[in-house]
């Protein structure tokens, strides 16, 4: 049996290998003219012992890119009050919103916690029969969300 010395089969891989991966537009604030808009998700995770509903709101709002915090998530409802400056970026299937800091600037929640990384993707949204969202980072607590539905509505 032949053997090839490691540098020429090396190269031979190199010289063959035309199967980049597409440069990614960077992350930006706002969005593209197309996904410009606000949009909601109402979580009921149902109700607590003493029969209090578990209702969480998750409102995006997604303005033009040159607008500053044109991309801010809120988060309220039970047990729940934050803002994330956010940041999105067009995928091949959607939109990927992405953790960019806190509504106060810094990269720590309000009880000093970094629960996400800057850049670290939240969710994308995806255009088909209704629009989809793909959790990512950010998952609502609770039974039956799964990884991928029609959670999001575009609200105006």
């Known amino acids: 049996m032949r053997t090839i010395p490691l540098r020429f089969a090396v190269l031979a891989l190199l010289a063959g290998s035309s199967t ?29 012992a003493g029969g209090t509903g578990i209702v969480v709101t998750y409102d995006l709002v997604l303005l033009p890119p040159d607008v500053r915090d044109g991309c ?17 970026r067009r995928e091949a299937q959607g939109l ?29 949204l995806v255009k088909e029969t209704k629009l989809a969202t793909r959790w990512k980072g950010l998952r609502p607590d609770g039974e039956g969300v799964a990884e991928s539905g029609p959670y999001f509505t575009r609200v105006k």
Do not use: M
């Open 20 to 48: 980049a991966a597409p440069a990614q537009e960077p992350a930006q604030e706002g969005a593209p003219k197309d996904w410009q808009g606000r949009y909601r998700y109402e979580h009921a995770a149902g109700r607590t």
């Open 72 to 88: 801010v998530l809120t988060v309220r409802g039970f047990q729940s009050d934050e803002t994330i400056r956010c940041r999105t």
């Open 96 to 124: 990927a919103v992405t953790f960019d800091r806190y509504g106060k600037g810094g990269t720590v929640n309000k009880y000093g916690v970094a629960v996400y990384k800057p850049g670290q993707p939240l969710f994308t």
